[in-house]
Structure formats: C-alpha cells, structure tokens
C-alpha cells in the first residue's frame, strides 16, 4: 500500500477518486490493523486504557496510554513513522517526503524524551513487527501491573 500508486494518476482535482480515499484512510494514524488488535489484547490482558491521548502536561498523543502507572504505547505505522526497513518516497513530491519523514522520526524521537522525562514508560512496536503483537502485549501488560501504584 503505497502513496505512490495514487498519486501517479492523474486525478481531476479537488475530486478524491474511490481508490485514493481509500488508501488515505489505510493511511490515516488512528484506528490502523495492528493497533485494534494491540487494543483487543491489552483489553483480554485485562487491562484499561485511553486511545489516542495525551497525558497532561505532554502534547504528544500515545496509542494507548495506562494513566496510573504511566506508560505510554506506540503502534508504529511503517510510512508515517518512516520505518527504516520499508519507507520509500512516494513518486512525486519526493523531496517533500523526505523531510517530512525525516521530521516524523524526530518527533518519536522528541515525544520519547519527553515522556520519559515525566517519568513515563514508553513502548513502541512497528507495524511490521504484528507476528510480535502477542508477546509485545504481555510486555505492556507486565509493565502495567509493575508500576501500577499501590492502593
Ligand atoms: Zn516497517
């Protein structure tokens, strides 16, 4: 699934054909595969969480994020989070790609710092890495109860 695809047709503008909407949504950051099935699992671990948010205090939103023992996951998308293995520039606009991919790898880079300056864990999984999606949950989960303060 790529950008590039879509974006080599030339489409009327202003009008977004069926196939491209479709691919902006598999691209779109909310909602992707290997998160709802991260979600499914943290939910079967017994655990609760917040999608989507941003602790206070923090104006970089996790995946998930587990308040009371503050940890912070991150289900990583291989093109939005340019992922060294598999990000390639979609055809046109590359030298716009580029940057933003490089800025996108910053911005992990900056949110990580700043949540574990506020004492927060982080954990990240890659898209790729989905066949790990089972023991990366039982890491969070193992993380979860371990700093989870006492009653
Ligand atoms: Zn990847």
């Not at 506020?118 to 790729?128: D, F, K, P, T, Y």
Request: charged share 35%.
């Amino acid at each position: 699934m790529s950008v590039s695809r879509v974006r080599r047709k030339p489409q009327s503008r202003g009008k977004v054909s069926k196939g491209r909407s479709a691919i902006m949504r598999a691209n779109t950051r909310r909602d992707t595969k290997p998160e709802l099935a991260l979600r499914k699992l943290a939910h079967a671990r017994g655990l609760r969480y917040r999608v989507d948010s941003k602790p206070s205090g923090i104006r970089y939103a996790a995946d998930l994020i587990f308040t009371p023992s503050r940890v912070a996951v991150f289900v990583d998308g291989c093109f939005w989070h340019a992922c060294k293995e598999h990000w390639t520039a979609p055809k046109t606009r590359q030298r716009y790609w580029r940057e933003k991919a490089r800025d996108n790898r910053l911005r992990d880079r900056r949110a990580n710092a700043v949540y574990r300056a506020r004492g927060w864990m982080v954990l990240r999984i890659w898209e790729h890495d989905r066949a790990e999606l089972e023991k990366f949950a039982d890491r969070v989960a193992k993380a979860v109860w371990r700093r989870m303060p006492p009653r």
